[in-house]
């Protein structure tokens, strides 16, 4: 499984982006994905999952602004960013489990700043 992240820029206080992560390969829709950022100085933290069912969890930082969904057609993971704030501001990774096996895209950068 390949990942291809896209969609970072900069944005204002307040304001969207949406995270694309494209996938190679036949298993997408068994796959167990999510979204992770790494804020400068910091651990790489988790932002949002979904199952391959759909089931969503995130970050309680995040809950209520980020929305995490699937394309299982397109093989496109996504994460829509709304309320954006300056300590979102990140590199954003997605990622894909299935079984024992892990994946990661490459980073995106998201910079939240007026």
């Known amino acids: 499984v390949q990942l291809q992240a896209s969609g970072g820029g900069l944005v204002q206080p307040g304001g969207s982006l949406r995270l694309s992560c494209a996938a190679s390969?036949?298993?997408?829709?068994?796959?167990?994905l999510g979204w992770y950022r790494r804020a400068p100085g910091n651990q790489r933290d988790l932002v949002a999952t979904?199952?391959?069912?759909?089931?969503?969890k995130y970050a309680d930082s995040v809950k209520g602004r980020f929305s995490v969904s699937r394309d299982n057609v397109e093989k496109i993971l996504y994460l829509q960013m709304n309320s954006l704030k300056p300590e979102d501001t990140a590199v954003y990774y997605c990622?894909?489990?299935?079984?024992?096996?892990?994946?990661w895209g490459q980073g995106t950068l998201v910079t939240v700043s007026s």
């Open positions: 390969g036949s298993i997408f829709s068994d796959l167990s």
């Open positions: 979904i199952t391959s069912r759909g089931i969503s």
């Open positions: 990622n894909a489990l299935y079984g024992r096996n892990e994946f």
